[in-house]
């Protein structure tokens, strides 16, 4: 009997520091309905082993199972927190941001790594004890986020991210009826799955999560999700004195102005796939811009006049306008939306890529360079080359022709 007392406390104390010290990171918990990628492998194999080659698949990584997850290579004595206190990895590409327990919940440590740089930069110093990790950001680092458990169904965006939940789906066979296909939606609501994670904004219900809880694949965003549109007073800081954004979470509205105009969206399948399917190997940012732009990547240089070295497309098309200027910062497709559009031409060629019928309008405007104009955007030549003046810089603005 005191055999068993002993036992029945054991598993008592087993049972109730699990709860208290992983409450928030709990597996086969979350919303209801998640099957997880490991039951997806089972019929999509080679789409599965190319998901899990990419950025999406490593958002979120567990540096306990995963020591090697960690990329942060130097804990000398000017870092507040040792190797050790990371539980947690979020993100592996430009930057690595770490989760630490503390009293039961999960938090930003104070310190990220810059991968590109190799070197530590402050990140919330002096409030990251007053932001919860599961309230600002499981949402979208996870999938199948509970509010109410504050758990998920599984770690970083995975399958069910885009398709919705699966369960139906398994157990239909593979039923094809029975899962979210982003290419079978129409465009805006295609647009709205990534746009839930890819813009700022509230949830509508309790004003409490910068992410639309509950919504899922195939919903109307706007049921979910608010104070993502246009500035309110409080906001004007995110936009510049035209009420263009600068703040960089504010791409639904660049999907709005630009693309709604053409027939295309969002298409994170096509950024992936069969892209990454040989080797783990990060994309640079062009190569990236070269997913959709075909045309013109295989002519970098030609196109830019300058080596994908000296500067890559991001830099002349889209200058940096957060994190303080610097190379690892989120870009967005930044432009002057007040201007009425330039014709193709200014640009391009007549005969552009060689079609006779004209391009989907990219509405994205070159402003010229002026000294004496109060500009509201940096402008990307005069970043680099600021020993040139203003007539130097436009004729090299109009010199550069599209490849033919």
Not at 88 to 108: E, P, R
Not at 220 to 233: A, E, G, Q, S
Not at 325 to 335: A, C, E, M, P
Request: net charge neutral; proline share 6%; charged share 25%.
């Amino acid at each position: 009997m005191v055999l068993n007392r002993k036992v029945l406390l054991s598993l008592f104390f087993i049972l109730f520091f699990s709860q208290y010290f992983f409450p928030v990171f709990s597996m086969a918990a979350g919303m209801e309905g998640y099957v997880t990628s490991t039951e997806c492998r089972k019929c999509h194999e080679e789409i599965y082993n190319q998901w899990k080659k990419t950025p999406h698949a490593r958002m979120l990584r567990n540096a306990l199972k995963d020591p090697g997850a960690i990329e942060a290579t130097n804990f000398g004595p000017d870092i507040p927190f040792k190797k050790s206190d990371i539980y947690f990895t979020i993100g592996s590409h430009w930057i690595q941001k770490y989760l630490t327990l503390l009293g039961g919940q999960f938090y930003v440590l104070p310190k990220y790594w810059n991968i590109a740089e190799a070197k530590w930069e402050p990140y919330s110093i002096w409030n990251w004890k007053q932001n919860p990790y599961p309230i600002t950001c499981n949402g979208c680092h996870a999938v199948g986020f509970d509010q109410q458990t504050r758990s998920y169904a599984e770690e970083s965006i995975a399958c069910e991210a885009c398709h919705g939940p699966g369960d139906k789906h398994v157990e239909a066979g593979g039923d094809p009826a029975l899962i979210v296909n982003p290419a079978k939606l129409d465009k805006e609501r295609r647009d709205m799955i990534c746009e839930a994670c890819h813009t700022d904004g509230k949830d509508k219900k309790t004003q409490k999560f910068p992410f639309p809880v509950g919504f899922k694949p195939g919903d109307d965003l706007t049921d979910y999700y608010t104070d993502f549109f246009m500035p309110k007073p409080k906001s004007k800081g995110w936009y510049w004195g035209d009420m263009s954004y600068k703040e960089r979470h504010r791409m639904f509205m660049y999907w709005q102005t630009k693309f709604y105009a053409t027939d295309r969206a969002c298409d994170v399948c096509g950024f992936d796939r069969g892209i990454t399917v040989t080797e783990h190997r990060m994309m640079s940012r062009s190569e990236y811009c070269g997913t959709c732009h075909r045309k013109i990547y295989p002519a970098y240089e030609k196109h830019s006049m300058h080596t994908e070295a000296q500067a890559e497309c991001v830099d002349c098309h889209v200058p940096t306008v957060t994190d303080g200027g610097k190379r690892y910062s989120i870009h967005d497709h930044k432009f002057d939306f007040s201007r009425p559009p330039m014709p193709c031409i200014e640009c391009h060629d007549s005969d552009m890529n060689g079609q006779e019928a004209p391009a989907d309008s990219h509405n994205f405007n070159i402003n010229e360079v002026s000294i004496k104009e109060n500009l509201t955007v940096p402008q990307a030549c005069a970043r680099c080359h600021g020993d040139k003046d203003e007539a130097w810089i436009n004729a090299g603005i109009k010199s550069i022709k599209a490849p033919k």
